[in-house]
Structure formats: C-alpha cells, structure tokens
C-alpha cells in the first residue's frame, strides 16, 4: 500500500503518494480502497484527513490511462470503469466518521471531486488551480458525480463549474464557496485536525446515523441515476466529437 496513515491528536491522517501528483488512475484506485480497508479495520474509530504532496492534492485522472479506455470504443469496458471510479468516490463519501480534505494544491477534476466528497475542505494559502474542467476536454460528467457536487456545492455553483468547466484561482474558488476555510499552508494540518475533532469518539455514531441521513436524498438519486443515465456514458464517450476534444487534450499533455 503506497497510502500512508499518520495517527495526529486522535485523527487517521492519510497522505496520498500514489504518484507525483495524484494523477488517478488503476493504481490510485487500489491505493484508496487499501487504506480505507486498513481505516475501517485498524482506525475505525478515528476521523479521517485526507492530503496530497507538494503543491498538488490530485490533479484528476489520468489521461494518458483513461483516454485508453474512453477511445476503445468498447463500452463495455467504459462502463467498468466509470463503475470502479464511483465506487472510489463514494467510498470516501459514504464514510461514517468526520472527512476532511486538507487541500495542500491543486484539485481538478476528479481530484476536486475527491475533495468534495469530504465533510469539510480546508484549503492551503498559496497558488492553485481548482475546478471541475471534464465537459470541455470532451467527458461526460457522470449523474453520481454531480450528485455529489450539489450536495457539497448547493445547486447553483455545481451547475456553473459542471457546464462551464472553468479553472478558477484560490481567491476564485473560494468565493464559490469550494473550501469550508481558507489557511496558511502552516496551519493546514492543525486547522483539518480541529474540523475533523469536531465531535468526541463517544458520538461517533450520532454523527454516522445524522451523515446518513442528510445523504439519504443524494444516495436514492445515485442509485436510480447511475441506472437509469450512466448507462449512456459509453455511448457519450464514443460520440465524435468527445474523441476529437480529448485527443485534442491529449496531444497538449503529451506535447505532440
């Protein structure tokens, strides 16, 4: 398991190192799901913070590995994918202890949807890019996705940074309301510490039961959504022009 888990003042702090900059991929999947095994057995009753390396929480999923994938034109390995990636997300999502996202740089695209699948995101003081950019690079954003988007960002600013795809600024990103506090890189820890301590280890399953039920309405749309919409996410990633918008992205990545 690349994951580490840190014990700090009674939280399970999990520094995400799958690669240099969270890029999420086939591995980054595995990573997850292994520490959140090892949470559940091993620190299951402790809140969770989650945080990258460097000036990057996670840059999103990697191109390289899911163009592969969405350009094979075979839908139904599209569709396991998008099956694997969500279980990712909701994984995190569903967690019955406190969540914090200590966001230490940049988190675009399913790496911002990694952190608003926490209770609470701290964001670090410092130059970063954060937003939700898969619309304009030819993805189809997935009906559980965006499920979770409006839950953490209210309806109005998940539609807006959905449709729009737009990168925005830390001062930007908090006016949108993305981070529930802004800090200094060196209080960033301390302060996801502080959010993540908000109830005693005696209420842990007042918070679980009270989680639960403020999800309940976003899980009964996820499981009727995923059924009913995701099942058109192949054919939308095969759509011509999707291919051109992400072997356009593509060859930017790649410097062709």
Not at 235 to 249: I, L, P, V, W
């Amino acid at each position: 398991m690349a994951w580490q888990i840190e014990v700090m003042e009674g939280c399970a702090v999990v520094r995400m190192n799958t690669n240099k900059v969270n890029v999420q991929n086939d591995t980054f999947f595995k990573d997850l799901h292994d520490v959140f095994d090892q949470l559940e057995t091993e620190f299951s009753e402790l809140p969770v913070i989650l945080t990258g390396q460097g000036n990057a929480f996670s840059a999103g999923i990697d191109f390289k590995y899911s163009f592969d994938v969405f350009g094979s034109q075979n839908k139904e390995r599209i569709r396991q994918w998008y099956a694997e990636y969500r279980a990712t997300n909701l994984r995190i999502f569903q967690y019955p202890r406190p969540t914090v996202a200590a966001i230490n740089g940049h988190a675009i695209a399913g790496g911002l949807i990694t952190a608003l699948d926490c209770d609470f995101r701290i964001a670090a003081r410092k130059e970063a890019k954060f937003g939700l950019n898969e619309v304009p690079i030819g993805i189809p954003m997935p009906a559980a996705y965006v499920e979770i988007i409006k839950y953490a960002l209210g309806d109005q600013v998940g539609a807006l940074t959905t449709l729009k795809g737009e990168l925005y600024s830390l001062e930007q990103a908090e006016k949108l309301g993305f981070f529930h506090e802004v800090v200094e890189d060196s209080q960033l820890l301390a302060t996801a510490i502080a959010y993540a301590r908000c109830i005693t280890p005696d209420c842990n399953v007042a918070y679980a039961m009270s989680k639960k039920a403020l999800q309940d309405s976003v899980m009964q749309q996820i499981d009727l959504r995923t059924t009913l919409l995701d099942q058109e996410l192949p054919t939308g990633m095969s759509d011509e022009g999707n291919r051109r918008a992400q072997d356009k992205r593509r060859r930017e990545i790649m410097g062709e």
